[in-house]
């Protein structure tokens, strides 16, 4: 069964533009979840959706938003880039989100901004 | 205060030697706790899961739990070179969300 994949993997943006990442999870899952990963904060939980709605969300500004489609591919936008929003983002997919259930990360999107 | 709180490292461990890494968190309705292995540049994979108090072992690594202490860890036998990485340890609370520590940079001196 093929892996979580995003895409793109490398991106360099400048401040103010925005930017979409993509996450296509493990087939069968319907969870996805998105991750922001930094040197001095670690990994941080930004939001995540189930069946296309936003079950969960974490303490990040409206700047960033996401959405799931109904094959339970995801999408996450960054509006108005700060340079603080240097970082690798994962996004990672379980079946159904529950507590005890294995998240499985995909490789990740380091976005640059300059 | 952090809600999962980690040693930061790093921590240096002789070849063949125990590993013990150790994690905390605040929120006593926590009720899943997950160790992740992550190498540098690498996204974070499973080691280790764990629900209930006590312990659960998994070949060389064992992981602990004493929801009384609010406590984790995860002790790894017979350290490998290979087991050279950054340890993540994540806990799922009420609100369902995974939240990590920041990690231990743990490395395996041959």
């Known amino acids: 069964k093929a892996g979580v994949t995003q895409t793109p993997r490398y991106l360099i943006k400048t401040r103010g533009q925005q930017v979409t990442l993509s996450c296509s999870p493990i087939?069968?899952?319907?969870?996805v979840s998105w991750y922001q990963q930094t040197p001095g904060q670690g990994l941080q939980f930004l939001f995540e959706?189930?069946?296309?709605?936003q079950r969960n969300k974490g303490n990040f500004p409206g700047r960033f938003s996401g959405r799931q489609f109904s094959n339970s591919r995801s999408e996450m936008n960054v509006s108005t880039l700060e340079l603080g929003d240097s970082a690798l983002y994962l996004c990672a997919s379980s079946w159904g989100g529950g507590q005890q259930e294995t998240q499985y990360f995909g490789p990740g999107t380091r976005l640059l901004v300059l | 205060q952090k809600e999962v709180e980690q040693n930061s490292g790093p921590l240096s461990v002789p070849e063949g030697a125990i590993a013990s890494l150790n994690c905390t968190y605040s929120?006593?309705?926590?009720?899943?706790f997950f160790w992740y292995r992550q190498y540098s540049g690498k996204s974070p994979e499973l080691i280790m899961s764990?629900?209930?108090?006590g312990d659960k072992e998994d070949g060389r690594f064992t992981a602990q739990l004493n929801k009384a202490s609010q406590y984790v860890s995860l002790l790894i036998r017979d350290s490998q070179p290979s087991d050279s990485a950054t340890y993540l340890c994540a806990v799922t609370g009420g609100n369902e969300k995974l939240t990590f520590g920041t990690g231990t940079r743990l490395t395996i001196i041959p």
């Open positions: 764990i629900y209930s108090n």
């Open positions: 087939s069968g899952h319907r969870s």
């Open positions: 929120d006593r309705g926590s009720q899943s």
């Open positions: 959706y189930f069946s296309e709605t």
